[in-house]
């Protein structure tokens, strides 16, 4: 009996989606960063928000896609561009849909100059998505809706 | 495991391809857009010596947001002679429903552009995003309207700055802004 309630507490922990314990603050310096630490892996980063319903509708897939690909050297970074007071709210969704840690949220004291140190061409528009390559070259962008199979295939060209 | 994703994760399509932003300094383009019985209305025709045109939306939080904002744009510079065309390009808000919200929520009119041609032709990717063009046409300001969604926290007031330097004939100091937002929800064309 023992032994049933510990496969079967296996098996939970294994199906449950933990999801990230805390968000991260993240500025432009911290990005940087980010990118640095990364290099050897596919980064994938994905800017959302709580208010934005199609980043809501993707967070699965794009859960999915960091599932089946994390071993090959694939990694999903979430940056919500969330105000502070909707921080909470932003954490709860990535804990029930399962997103890796880390998980971040954007604290720059100047919001235009965040996103155009992230992509000078991206007019802060979410969702948005944005490619690395293993040597932290960015190779490309997703803004609005992604094509999924148009990323995986260019995440699998990188791995 | 090849091919395992792609085809449960072909539910969401569309990779959208942008057209250049217009960009501080270029020339407004004409273009016709329909008021909300379907008429069609020139650009020409609702432009003045200071032009804000602004790409809104009926759904999107941030857009909703600024609503009190842009009444309040709108009543404090139609007296001084700026022109307002508030545009709404998403493919996903039809006039029906562009017009109910109008009604509840502006004291301006809003016009659709309907298959979003007017949003390509500016490269407008955001709701609400502005674009101020002078007398001559010239785009001298573009992005947001203000530094923050929660209007408490806003600091800098980019699109009245922009404005109270034209109408005293000064140049505009910050051209460009950048803010997140939602995507103009666009129609979902074949290449």
Same mark, same amino acid.
């Given at each position: 009996m023992k032994r049933l309630a510990f496969a079967f507490l296996l098996t939970s922990a294994a199906l449950w989606p933990a999801g990230p314990a805390r968000l991260d603050p993240l500025d432009e310096a911290g990005f940087r960063q980010l990118l640095a630490a990364s290099k050897g892996k596919v980064l994938l980063v994905n800017f959302w928000a709580t208010w934005c319903a199609p980043c809501r509708e993707e967070m699965p897939l794009l859960v999915k896609l960091e599932a089946a690909y994390r071993a090959r050297g694939f990694r999903l970074v979430t940056v919500s561009a969330d105000e502070p007071e909707d921080a909470r709210q932003a954490l709860e969704f990535l804990q029930k849909v399962g997103v890796p840690q880390p998980a971040y949220i954007k604290r720059a004291a100047n919001d235009d100059k965040f996103i155009t140190a992230v992509? %000078?061409?991206?007019?802060? %528009?979410?969702?948005a998505l944005f490619l690395y390559d293993k040597s932290g070259r960015k190779v490309r962008s997703f803004i609005g809706e992604a094509d999924f199979k148009l990323l995986e295939t260019e995440i699998r060209k990188l791995l | 495991m090849k091919t395992m994703l792609t085809g449960g994760l072909l539910l969401l399509s569309a990779s959208l391809v942008f057209a250049q932003t217009l960009q501080p300094g270029s020339k407004a383009p004409d273009f016709t857009l329909r008021d909300l019985s379907g008429n069609p209305v020139k650009y020409s025709s609702l432009k003045g010596d200071i032009t804000v045109v602004t790409f809104v939306a009926t759904k999107c939080p941030i857009s909703n947001d600024y609503n009190t904002r842009m009444n309040a744009l709108y009543k404090d510079y139609s007296g001084k002679g700026v022109k307002f065309v508030f545009i709404n390009s998403n493919s996903t808000e039809p006039a029906a429903e562009v017009e109910q919200h109008a009604k509840a929520n502006f004291s301006f009119t809003v016009y659709k552009d309907p298959d979003n041609i007017v949003a390509d032709m500016f490269g407008a990717q955001v709701t609400p995003e502005v674009f101020v063009f002078d007398k001559d046409g010239i785009l001298r300001y573009h992005g947001a309207?203000?530094?923050?969604?929660?209007e408490s926290k806003v600091t800098t007031k980019s699109l009245r700055a922009a404005l109270d330097a034209m109408l005293s004939g000064q140049a505009v100091t910050t051209a460009q802004t950048k803010a997140f937002g939602c995507t103009i929800k666009r129609t979902k064309k074949t290449t």
């Open positions: 992509d %000078a061409k991206w007019s802060g %528009a979410l969702p | 309207i203000d530094d923050s969604r929660n």
